[in-house]
C-alpha cells in the first residue's frame, strides 16, 4: 500500500504563487519501481467532474491541462519521495481542492480506464486533498 499526504494549500491573491508538495510513504519501493504515474488534479465548487492538472511518468512525460499550461510545473524529488506543483499567476477559477493521485501504471493506461461515477481517474491510490482558494 502507499499513502499520499499532500500540503502546501491556503488561500491567496489572483496573481500569486502557492507550491504543493505531496509526500509519498508505504511501499515506495515498489512504487517506484514500476512504470508509475502520479499527478495532480482538481475539483471545483459545482463540478461534477475531477480536472486533470498535470501529471508525470516515470520516464519523465509530463502533460498539463490547456487551463495551466505555462502557470503550473509538476516535478519531483524522489529521494524524498514527494511530488510538488508550483503555481504561479493564479486566477480564481483556480480555486479547488487538489489532489494528488499515484499508480503503478504510466497515464496512458489509467487514461484508458476512463473515470468512476463520481468524475475521479482509476489511480490506485489517492491523497485527502488541499484546498487552494484564489481570491480577485
Known amino acids: 500500500q502507499v499513502q499520499l499526504a499532500e500540503s502546501g494549500g491556503g488561500s491567496v491573491q489572483a496573481g500569486g504563487s502557492l507550491k504543493l508538495s505531496c509526500v509519498v510513504s508505504?511501499?515506495?519501493?515498489?512504487?517506484?519501481?514500476?512504470?508509475?504515474?502520479m499527478g495532480w488534479f482538481r475539483r471545483s465548487p459545482g463540478k461534477e467532474r475531477e480536472e486533470g492538472v498535470a501529471t508525470i511518468d516515470k520516464d519523465g512525460s509530463i502533460r498539463y491541462a490547456d487551463s495551466v499550461s505555462g502557470r503550473f510545473t509538476i516535478s519531483q524529488d524522489n529521494a524524498k519521495n514527494t511530488l510538488y506543483l508550483q503555481m504561479n499567476s493564479l486566477k480564481p477559477e483556480d480555486t479547488a481542492m487538489y489532489y494528488c493521485?499515484?499508480?503503478?501504471?504510466?497515464?496512458?493506461?489509467?487514461?484508458?480506464?476512463?473515470?468512476?461515477?463520481?468524475?475521479?481517474?482509476?489511480?490506485?491510490?489517492w491523497g485527502q486533498g488541499t484546498q487552494v482558494t484564489v481570491s480577485s
Open positions: 493521485a499515484a499508480d503503478p501504471h504510466p497515464w496512458t493506461a489509467v487514461q484508458a480506464l476512463g473515470v468512476m461515477a463520481e468524475g475521479r481517474y482509476r489511480f490506485n491510490y
Open positions: 508505504g511501499n515506495t519501493a515498489s512504487m517506484y519501481a514500476s512504470p508509475y504515474c
